[in-house]
């Protein structure tokens, strides 16, 4: 995290703590808020035209990282910086700004595209919200535009359809169009294909792949699917229960990795070819409620490398090799020396 | 020895728009103990093909021809008592999305329990104790037993409903998409289980998915199943490797092998076809690279090449006569 | 291009159409409310009629016969050149009272339901207290200090019946802000206005359609029970007007059928008739069973 300058988004020890929503009784009761800690301290940098994955189960807070970055949800501490500079929330100028560099693809195409709405109206929406073109003339022409950079072609043919009309994977395909109409320099992509059938979700991550070595536009792409996001990105982070247990790059990443998070998931991805010889690290349970987090390191209950140090204190991110960091006692420095990170 | 034999199946859909034929002449033999997977694209038919084993079609759903034999008697002949008395008690199904339809003022154990009161005539303490047998099979703590459905995590719930599967000891379970909308972690844990629980309770399985992926751990022999019909049939690393229907091939590069080499997947052009109109001849051709004037005329048969493997397509098996 | 715009809204209420087509109890109701919606245009004209022409002696409470199908009523004048031209008022009356029902309900429910928090606990407790308050001595109240012109009329029923409305505005506006579009539009940086005016209201709108027509019906009652009670507006007599002097001079006693079903079975069709137009608009249109 040294050449700033490069950076289009630089997080440092971000949080969000949501209020858990209290019963009658304990509201009247005045008992202190219970919060959970959706995202508990992050720190994570995009370089221009480079692609960084969030990979972690349902309820590790990757989705909430991404909305905190852009500034859809509060953030209850830490600083974010879009080029350098910390954008102000309450500053409307300085929001209205940001809002136009960077953008957000959805999850579900079929909730994303407001169904009353016909497609050039969906497109074209950021522009007229930011008052951006000033003919009609204009507007279509940049609609067009972005609908054939999403691939739909002849554009014409999909401006005066409602979203009904189309298809899951068009469908995706106009959000996206939507997202890149703005031209924007950073999109935060939450599950792009994931409600998609596998026999498109090549065309829609090829997309993603284009736009970016192209335009030089960065991506954060959040996916449960680690083997999605060792196909496309640059840098791959592992989340789990709010923070990053690891970092490095994706090829690293699954080949090198050095977390037990990070290996036991690995270990399980499903891949099209038997192996006889596959050894799967199964772990048990489930990820606990953030409500809850354990003590020490928060993956200890279901490690299965734990020792006694884990359960007492919290391990750090640290640089096990250039670029590559974990958060592990195993790979602490002076365990480094005695047994290697790769046990 | 053959369990399920499955002859020419056709099941049609009769709707507004016209007759949807979900399943066109699908056959497939189930031996004991072995585990088949049913895959494809979502509307290919797949989880027809269950329903009509089990007989239990939604009202507009029809069985046009074809024999089902489970143990040589024809499922197909048998009146509505006598398949009630099979369902469940030999062949029992895991439905998309059960763990979500769980009732949710009920507690689990007595929703287990139901199903032996009904189909086993089970007095409440003895469906008691069966349902406590069940729980150490999956894995639940037996304390757990009069916890309702919300108090447990998604990964209990998908293995109380394989405990309800199991509650008559079938000798057949079906696993609709039995880990979709799962965390990988938790997929995991439920396939390990299904393989451990098809191998310690000597049962045979149909695992029903998209992903085309999680059969390589599961199961012994896969069919692609494309438009209502199988393209391809053999075992699973046939399938995987020497697979020689071009939509098995596409649909097996369709995902990543992390263990592999980093290279973009393959995506299928088109759309799959409707199925009140399927096209002429073979019904992929539309959406297949390799298509030629035959394909456009004449419907593919599936033939056998090797071994168990049999596949429907003009191009690579010798399909001439 | 607006050519093509359009023909996407035609391909869209052409759709709406079909499915109406095909609902049985939405025909009917279409068909009734028709036929009174044309006597309440066209009757004075095909039919012309003054209220404040009265019988002679022998034409007081005279039965059906030629030249007056219906009878005459209590001051000698033609019960059906009143049903007619009464048709025009109770309409108008149910139709303008729904209106201030239905944008004082759609705005209380959308603001409510889309700011949540303080603003929707205080709208809804305002809400709840329209929702609870006994609306016919209410009415009664209102109508009295307002005094009986009939725009007293009109503004006592749509602001005694738009609860209801905001209730299920509000229901729908809280579903729909959680959508992703809602929070798409956010994130390319759109303010409330944009929002509720793009987003919430028209995905609202066929709800409180729906809810609209339903309201009609009950807003026709209200003015029919206002009148029978003798606060309508005499110049203007309404069916329920016509009720009213039919109690008062006795028709049920003496056996005047002629003066008191009409009036009585007419206020029943069209308030039939907006029920089952409401409740088939709702099953088309409700997005809970919209599901394609």
Known sequence: MNNIANDII?????????????????????????????????????????????????????????????????????????????????????????????????????????????????????????????????????????????????????????????????????????????????????????????SIRADILRLMLNQCRQKGTSYLFITHDLSLAWLISDRIATVYLGKIVEIGDARLMVGKSVHPYTKALVSVMPVPKVRKDRKMTILEGETPNPINIPSGCRFHPRCPNVMGKCRESEPELIEIEPGHFAACHLCSPHNINKKGPRS | MDILKVRDLKTYFKIKAGTVKAVDGVSFTLKEGESLGLVGESGCGKTTIALSITQLLPPEGLIAGGEIYFEGTNLLKLNEEEIRAKRWKDISIIFQGAMNALNPVMRVGDQISEACVYHEGMSYDSARKRVKELFSLVEIDESRIDDYPHEFSGGMKQRAVIAMALACGPKIVIGDEPTTALDVMIQAQILQLLNRLRKEMDMSMIIITHDLSILGETCDKVAVVYAGKIVEIGEVETIYEEHTHPYTEKLVKAFPNIFGKREMTASIPGMPPNLINPPAGCRFHPRCEHATEKCRLVEPKLKLIGGEHYVACHLRGDNDE | MENAKKAARKRKIRKFIESFKTNKMGMIGAIILGIFIF??????????????????????????????????????????????????????????????????????????????????????????????????????????????????????IGLTSWAGTARVVRAQALSIKERQFVERAKSIGADDRHIMVKHILPNVFPLVFANTILVSAVAILSETTLSFLGMGDPTHPSWGMMLHFAFE????????????????????????????????????????????
């Open chain 3, 249 to 292: 001079s006795g028709a049920a006693s003496v056996g005047a059928f002629w003066f008191l079903l009409p009036p009585g079975l007419c206020v029943v069709a069209v308030v039939l008739a907006f029920t089952f137009l409401g409740y088939a608009f709702d099953e088309i249109l409700n997005p809970k069973l919209e599901r394609r």
């Open chain 3, 39 to 156: 006597l309440a245009i066209f009757g004075p004209i095909i039919y012309p009629y003054d209220p404040m022409q009265f019988g002679t002696a022998k034409d007081v409470m005279a039965p059906p016969g030629p030249g007056r199908i219906l009878g005459s009523d209590d001051m000698g004048r033609d019960v059906l050149g009143g049903l007619i031209s009464g048709t025009r008022i109770s309409l108008a009356v149910g139709i303008l009272a729904t209106i201030i029902s239905m944008v004082v309900g759609t705005i209380i429910g959308v603001a409510s339901g889309y700011y949540g928090g303080r603003t929707d606990a205080i709208l809804m407790r305002f809400t709840d207290m329209f929702l609870v308050i006994p609306w016919l001595p209410l009415m009664l109240v209102l109508a009295a200090i307002l005094g009986s012109s009939i725009w007293n009329i009109i503004l006592v």
């Open chain 1, 10 to 198: 630089e997080v440092k020890d971000l949080k969000v703590y949501f209020d858990m929503s209290r019963g009658f009784l304990e509201e009247i009761l005045a008992k202190e808020k219970r919060q959970v800690k959706a995202v508990d301290g992050i720190d994570l940098n995009i370089k221009k035209g480079e692609i960084v994955s969030l990979v972690g189960e349902s309820g590790s807070g990757k989705t909430t990282i991404g909305k905190a970055i852009l500034h859809l949800v509060e953030k209850t501490g830490g600083n974010i910086f879009f080029k350098g500079e910390e954008i102000d929330p309450k500053n409307n100028k300085e929001m209205r700004l940001f809002r136009q560099k960077a953008q957000m693809i959805f999850q579900d195409p079929y909730q994303s595209l407001n169904p009353r709405d016909i497609i050039i109206d969906i497109i074209s929406e950021p522009l007229e919200v930011n008052k951006l073109v000033k003919t009609e003339a204009e507007k279509r022409e940049r609609v067009v535009r972005a609908l054939e950079w999403a691939g739909l072609k002849p554009a014409e043919d999909y401006l005066y359809r409602y979203p009904h009309e189309l298809s899951g994977g068009q469908r995706q395909r106009v959000a996206i169009a939507g997202a890149l109409v703005l031209e924007p320099e950073f999109i935060v992509a939450d599950e792009p294909v994931s409600m998609l059938d596998v």
